[in-house]
């Protein structure tokens, strides 16, 4: 699972595919990992050349938990109102673009342009796109390029950062010609029922993303080779028969281009089946300390994580949508004159859904961040399980932590809201405590484990 925007990039496909407005979300490109995505995110604050980490192996003791920097505290509430400003923008631009008129001012544009039904929806959506890409670039800007290089998490030229952020687009319009008829479809011959199916739709096409996000994608944005280090991808081709994932092939990825964080991943089904490490990972990293981020991410693939998270997400999709059905009705029908449309299955009603699931999906956020922290939690029981090296992960979360400019302990509504992982001090906490093999107790993944010769 690619970082932890990878994990968000997934749920929005699932959201937005039943928002009728995902395809253009999902194909944006990784953002700079965040201070909490650990263990998908290092960067390099010292401003020294980057060179491979090897002090610390054979310790053992625990790892206290570091202090934040002042600069870590200033990143800290920095991110908290560039999130606040974020999910209020989220919600103020298809509002606006709803309440004015506007939408469907678009929509009879796009009648004139596509002339049937399925091609006013491909060009309504095109037109969408690009309307909302350039209201929402000076933001993008700001939050994608200008921040992290001012904090010194980034060194991608603004030239990369601009035609990845125009290939994500390009990507999301094809995307979106292609899909959006699908849910308005169902809307159109089932006003009653386009909820329940367009939920259960969310499954299958998910899946088909995931399998080839690793091989159409994911190529668009970065290049991907085989390993240099070729006694590095052995412990790690080692380490994968010991997890049970067979038949799996290692990628590096030239992420210093655009980047100073730490990644690594298992991504993809059957064929697209792929470990993936960041160049900087390995430049970053002491082998014990990478080997355990493997193992975790492994984690994820073995105990099904991935099409667990397809179906919970599916789940949630269910409920929101559910209310948002409950609700548009009302809406409709009292603000009809000003909306210009007066059914859900005419494609000016697009900002109303996304508005209306938009704000749906903020109420259910504390059971979805909740249910990934899970997830993230027992990856990390995994990991250790199967590397018995508690310091070399303790410390894997204290470089994530000094070198991103990580917070350790955070407030309640940072938690429910934000936090998708267990927050930095809680995993270097359960590091330093577990573990049941030096009392004999059994481990609870054990059994999931290959020997190898």
């Known amino acids: 699972m690619k970082t932890h925007r990878a994990l968000v990039i997934l749920a929005l496909a699932l959201i937005t595919v039943a928002t009728l407005a995902a395809p253009l979300l999902a194909a944006r490109p990784p953002a700079t990992p965040t201070p909490d995505d650990a263990p998908h995110g290092i960067a390099n604050q010292s401003g020294e050349p980057e060179t491979a980490k090897t002090e610390g192996l054979g310790e053992t003791g625990p790892v206290a938990v570091p202090e934040p920097t002042e600069k870590a505290l200033a990143h800290a509430r920095g991110g908290n109102w560039l999130w606040l400003t974020s999910e209020l923008w989220a919600l103020l631009v298809p509002g606006v673009i709803l309440f004015t008129g506007f939408s469907s001012k678009l929509r009879d544009l796009a009648r004139r342009i596509g002339r049937n039904w399925f091609f006013t929806i491909a060009a309504y959506f095109a037109l969408f796109a690009l309307i909302t890409f350039v209201i929402d670039l000076p933001l993008s800007y700001f939050a994608g390029f200008a921040r992290p290089h001012a904090y010194g998490l980034s060194n991608q030229t603004f030239g990369k950062w601009f035609g990845d952020e125009l290939k994500g687009l390009m990507v999301g319009l094809i995307m979106g010609g292609l899909l959006l008829w699908v849910p308005y479809l169902l809307v159109k011959k089932s006003p009653r029922r386009w909820w329940l199916w367009t939920s259960l739709l969310a499954i299958p096409l998910t899946a088909f993303f995931i399998l080839i996000a690793p091989v159409v994608i994911d190529p668009l944005f970065n290049k991907f080779g085989p390993m240099k280090d070729k006694a590095l991808e052995q412990q790690i081709l080692d380490l994968a028969g010991r997890a049970g994932i067979e038949g799996a092939r290692v990628f590096e990825v030239d992420k210093s281009a655009d980047t100073n964080t730490v990644n690594a991943y298992v991504t993809g089904f059957g064929g697209s089946k792929r470990i993936v490490l960041w160049d900087t990972t390995i430049a970053k990293l002491a082998p014990d300390e990478l080997l355990f ?21 599916a789940a949630m999709i269910l409920i929101t949508l559910y209310a948002a059905y409950r609700l548009q009705a009302g809406l409709i029908a009292r603000f009809s004159t000003r909306f210009g449309f007066t059914e859900l299955s005419d494609i000016a009603s697009l900002p109303l859904v996304m508005l209306l699931v938009g704000v749906l ?78 009392e004999g107790k059994p481990l609870r993944y054990e059994h999931l484990f290959k020997q190898t010769r």
């Open 293 to 313: 981020v493997m193992a975790h991410e492994m984690g994820h693939y073995v105990l099904g994580h991935v099409v667990k998270s397809i179906f919970f997400a």
């Open 361 to 438: 999906s903020f109420a259910v956020t504390p059971v979805a961040n909740g249910y990934s922290r899970w997830q993230e939690h027992e990856s990390d029981r995994f990991g250790l399980e199967i590397t018995k090296n508690n310091h070399a992960a303790a410390t894997a979360f204290v470089t994530l932590q000094e070198e991103n400019l990580g917070v350790p302990r955070r407030g309640v509504f940072y938690k429910l809201w934000r936090a998708s992982h267990p927050l930095l001090g809680e995993r270097i906490d359960f590091c330093n405590s577990y573990r049941p093999w030096e």
